[in-house]
Nanobody, 115 residues
């Protein structure tokens, strides 16, 4: 069973930055890592992903200000969030999909952006 633990969430003012981290309990080699966000009362939405070779994809709403990265040696995936807006508020979840298609989720970390 793979465990994912997010950290780095918190409260920040509009225009501020946060860096989320997600620690993975097993080797990440061959796995796709992603971040999702869930606003209150809404469905979970895709934010960003990074493939085993390092290729990245982003939701249109976060292209530019957000950057996903991974450190396979440290078993950690990051989400650098700059120029945060009120609408970026939500619970951010880390997701891992391994080479066999099995999917795992973290427990989430709250990000609150206020003016």
């Amino acid at each position: 069973q793979v465990q994912l633990v997010e950290s780095g969430g918190g409260s920040v003012e509009t225009g501020g930055s946060l860096r989320l981290s997600c620690g993975v309990s097993s080797a990440m080699f061959g796995s796709r890592l992603a971040w999702y966000r869930q606003r209150t009362g809404e469905q979970r939405e895709f934010i960003a992903l990074i493939k085993p070779g390092g290729a990245t994809e982003y939701a249109d709403s976060v292209k530019g200000p957000f950057t996903i990265s991974r450190d396979d040696g440290e078993r950690t995936v990051y989400l650098q969030m700059n120029n945060l807006r009120f609408e970026d508020t939500g619970v951010y979840y880390c997701n891992l999909t391994n080479a066999w298609g099995q999917m795992y989720w973290g427990q989430g970390t709250q990000v609150t952006v206020s003016s």
